[in-house]
């Protein structure tokens, strides 16, 4: 009998090691989010912006006016938040190492008082790390009183490691409700297929 | 397959009759046979599916379904064969002769074995289910790509929690396939003394154990991204649908690896039975199975090369994925080795293992041409990849489940089947295989996208081609199941306990058919 209870043991042993490995690969699943972050954050691939100390334009540091870029403003809406977002200037042109300031006009339609957060995106994404922005809306959060329309104004440049083969570079916000009332998953869901 | 049971002595066994027996049975040979007979019913509706893609494939324009039921039809399409026909096939193999080769009465879990197999039923009643709700059935390709996956209709809902449950049921089943054999060998079967299939299988097992948790994240995310407010896919969220593809291809690429390394077991088997010879090369067998498992945790972004990766990264995953051809020839190699100097004869499982080594090897290479980076911003999402896949896992596994189950049959029937028949029906197989997918690399090569219900006139004789061959290969398959029924009826010739005379190993020991309990006090291995 002790041969069968030592299986017994070795069995549920397994059993152990094997669920506990079905867990963990559960968790590595999500642990990747935050890995691919941190990763795009190194490496500057995933279009998220970079936030950097100010560099003005002066002797050590001049503006290169050898090289012109053309800067791209756009903002794409979504149906989780009834805000509208235009660029006041559709485009630019920017010296590197120049630094440029633009609006955005940013609408509540709805009769309530809300809270969005903007979330930025550069394309292409090996241009995303050479856009440095100085201020911009999207930094904080923005509360709109019902109907208020508000020009929200974004400082940048570019920096002068921007590869050569990049001429143009596109800015893109969209925003993103704050408050717990809007998001709610049913009328988020039921949004967007009716919207599809 | 009663028939086969019905003679077995159960004397101190009280099971109870008609549909109890099979919705209780804990005996590894009733639920190896249940999962046979799943699979095989899930083949069937996966191919109907994929004859209607034919049909409207047939010619340019839009003629047999609207383009979101074929979006439908091509999701469901490669979920059914994948979770639905393959994996439980491979399942059912296992649960059959895991035991019977490593002399152990049964699984060493039994009754949760006949939970992972009754989960499936229920997971792919909800499956097809979603077909039937109002916005339609997953649209986003079996790979699920976010964002379209974050929309779409409680279809997609559906998808997601059968996704949950199939993936319950393999996890379960890998967990007993690993505590059967690290438990349950006879004496003296040491690891190394183990049949291909059984090594092949348990490192399949860890795979399972790896990879099917890391997708059951993936659509968690989704569905927490469509239902509770999360943002990890959605870009207006912060989130990012380019991290979608990671955590799903990190999944991805194991998961065609366990489609793949049962059928390099039951290959295995075969070839050395009818090349009247030892497998050559045993040890070398077994490392190159572990090294194609641990490689393919580390090539998954050769799925994504054009979402912009990183040079290193391209560079990185790219001379990974060359490295897998290094195991994967390792094992043709030893394959052809077998065969040289044996004495050969050539009945039907011999047939279908030699088609698979050798079209198999088409799809290997096809796969290294798609591993070329640069090569592959061409050839990405065209018909090339799918003819890339369908000489892997058709000609693969499919395949080499078929000669599996001409392999084995007649030791669990007890009765041949009929060899003009199973010829017959290997033939126009393979035949039709090629007429339905050689094709699909020219029109791939010529830039015909994939997933799309219409396509350029210029493609249209290849499309021809291969939907004529599609309905061939279909109506080919009704021969296995005459073929499969025929054998279990008893009506052919009785099938000895060797059955082969090359045959090899603990399960052609025993009876055929075998007793309904096996190896109840376990043989001596020397
Ligand atoms: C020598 C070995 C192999 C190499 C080098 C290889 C390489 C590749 C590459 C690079 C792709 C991506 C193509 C693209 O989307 O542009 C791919 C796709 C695929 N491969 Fe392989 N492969 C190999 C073996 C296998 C095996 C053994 C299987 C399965 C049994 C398999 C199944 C698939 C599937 C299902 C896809 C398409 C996934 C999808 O997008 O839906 N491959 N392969
Ligand atoms: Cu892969």
């Not at chain 1, 017994?8 to 890995?35: D, E, N």
């Not at chain 2, 798609?370 to 896949?389: N, S």
Request: hydrophobic share 50%; net charge negative.
């Amino acid at each position: 009998m002790t041969s069968s209870q030592a299986m017994k043991r070795s069995k549920t042993r397994w059993i152990v090691i094997l669920s506990g490995t079905v867990v963990l690969m559960f968790g590595f699943g999500y642990a990747l989010v935050p890995l691919y972050d941190l990763f795009c954050e190194i490496t500057g691939v995933g279009g998220k912006p970079t936030v950097a100390v100010l560099q003005l334009d002066s002797d050590e540091n001049p503006i290169d006016y050898s090289k012109e870029v053309t800067v791209e403003f756009t903002a794409t809406g979504n149906n989780n938040i009834p805000w509208t977002i235009k660029p006041l200037v559709k485009k630019t042109k920017v010296h590197l190492g120049e630094v440029h300031m633009m609006n955005y006009l940013v609408t509540n339609t709805s009769s309530q008082q809300m809270v969005g957060q903007a979330i930025p995106s550069i394309s292409p994404m090996q241009g995303a790390r050479h856009m440095v922005k100085l201020e911009c809306f999207c930094f904080n959060a923005q509360t709109l009183e019902p109907g208020e329309a508000r020009e929200m104004p974004v400082r940048f440049y570019v920096n002068k490691d921007l590869p050569d083969e990049i001429n143009t570079l596109t800015l893109s916000y969209s925003f993103f409700p704050m408050n717990e009332s809007v998001s709610t998953s049913d009328n988020q869901s039921e949004e967007q297929q009716s919207s599809s | 397959m009663s028939a086969a049971h019905t003679e077995a002595h159960d004397h101190h066994d009280h099971r109870p009759s008609g549909i109890m027996r099979w919705l209780t049975t804990t005996n590894h040979k009733d639920i190896g046979t249940m999962y046979l007979i799943f699979s095989l019913t899930m083949f069937f509706v996966g191919g109907i599916m994929a004859l209607a893609i034919r049909a409207e494939l047939f010619q340019p324009g839009l003629q047999v379904v609207n383009p979101e039921l074929f979006n439908s039809l091509t999701t469901l399409h490669a979920l059914i064969m994948i979770f639905g026909a393959i994996m439980p096939g491979f399942v059912g193999f296992a649960n059959w002769l895991i035991p019977m080769m490593i002399g152990a009465p049964d699984m060493a879990l039994p009754r949760m074995n006949n939970w992972s197999f009754w989960i499936l039923p229920f997971a792919f009643a909800l499956l097809l289910g979603s077909l039937f709700t109002v916005g339609g059935g997953p649209a986003s390709g079996w790979t699920l790509y976010a964002p379209l996956s974050v929309q779409g209709g409680a279809g997609v809902d559906m998808t997601i929690l059968s996704i949950h449950m199939m993936g319950i049921s393999s996890v379960l089943g890998a967990i007993n396939i690993i505590v059967t054999i690290m438990n349950m060998r006879a004496p003296g079967m040491n690891l190394m003394k183990m049949p291909l299939f059984v090594w092949t299988w348990l490192i399949t097992a860890f795979l399972l154990i790896a990879a099917m948790p890391v997708l059951a994240g993936a659509v968690t995310m989704l569905l927490t991204d469509r239902h509770f407010g999360t943002a990890f896919f959605d870009p207006a969220g912060g989130g990012d649908p380019v991290l979608f593809q990671h955590i799903f291809w990190f999944f991805g690429h194991p998961e065609v690896y366990i489609l793949i390394l049962p059928a390099f077991g039951i290959i295995s088997q075969i070839v050395p039975t009818f090349s009247r010879k030892p497998l050559f090369g045993y040890d070398s067998m077994v490392f190159a199975t572990a090294g194609i498992a641990f490689l393919s945790f580390i090539v998954w972004a050769h799925h994504m090369f054009t979402v912009g990766m990183p040079l290193a990264g391209e560079l990185f995953f790219m001379y990974a994925t060359m490295l897998i051809a290094v195991p994967t020839g390792v094992k043709v190699f030893n394959w052809v080795a077998t065969m040289w100097r044996g004495s050969i004869t050539l009945e039907t499982p011999m047939l279908f293992a030699l088609a698979v080594v050798f079209l198999f090897t088409i799809g290997g290479l096809s796969g290294l041409m798609l591993a070329i980076v640069p090569a592959d911003f061409q050839y990405h999402d065209t018909y090339f990849v799918v003819a890339h896949f369908h000489y892997v896992l058709f000609s693969g596994s499919i395949m080499a489940m078929m000669g599996a189950t001409y392999y084995w049959l007649p030791k669990w029937t007890g009765r041949m089947y009929s060899e003009g028949l199973g010829k017959t029906h290997f033939w126009l197989t393979t035949i039709f295989f090629n007429v339905t997918f050689f094709p699909q690399h020219f029109l791939g090569l010529a830039g015909m996208p994939r997933r799309i219900p219409d396509y350029s006139v210029q493609f249209t004789e290849f499309n021809i081609i291969s939907s004529i061959g599609a309905f061939g290969l279909g109506l080919a398959q009704l021969l296995f199941v005459y073929i499969i029924i025929q054998a279990v009826r008893g009506k052919n010739e009785k099938a000895t306990a060797q059955v082969w005379e090359g045959a090899d190993g603990l399960e052609w020991t025993v009876d055929s058919p075998p007793p309904y309990h096996t190896f109840e006090t376990p043989p001596t291995v020397k």
